[in-house]
């Protein structure tokens, strides 16, 4: 049974961090590129970072590059998300997801992903 286990999320001040962990199993993440995607209330959910399945390369959407960092340990089974600087833009529910390495690198693209976690909610206060 594949599963993605999203957690680390919570509520933090404005300029705080945090570091979210997506656990997979039922799959072997290291042949997958994996993704991190939010969606705050009411909007779309949007493209966050991704990163090779080597974890040699990665790709940030323009609003968190230089504060957020992907990162995945794949002897783990697990890929990280460090966030540095958050405000209260970031407030989303942050999700996990992975796309067969074979198809392709990094995507922004949310329907290019086959397995999605439940997400974790991460809520920074102004």
């Known amino acids: 049974q594949v599963q993605l286990v999203e957690s680390g999320g919570g509520l933090v001040q404005a300029g705080g961090s945090l570091r979210l962990s997506c656990a997979a199993s039922g799959f072997t993440v290291s042949n997958y590129v994996m993704g991190w995607f939010r969606q705050a209330p009411g909007k779309e959910r949007e493209f966050v970072a991704a990163i090779t399945r080597s974890g040699v390369s990665t790709d940030y959407t323009d609003s968190v590059k230089g504060r957020f960092t992907i990162s995945r340990d794949n002897a783990k089974n697990t890929v990280y998300l460090q966030m540095n600087s958050l405000n209260a833009e970031d407030t989303a529910v942050y999700s996990c997801?992975?796309?067969?390495?074979?198809?392709?690198?990094?995507?922004?693209?949310?329907?290019?992903?086959?397995?999605w976690g439940q997400g974790t909610q991460v809520t920074v206060s102004s």
């Open positions: 997801a992975a796309r067969p390495a074979v198809i392709g690198g990094v995507t922004s693209k949310t329907a290019a992903y086959n397995y």
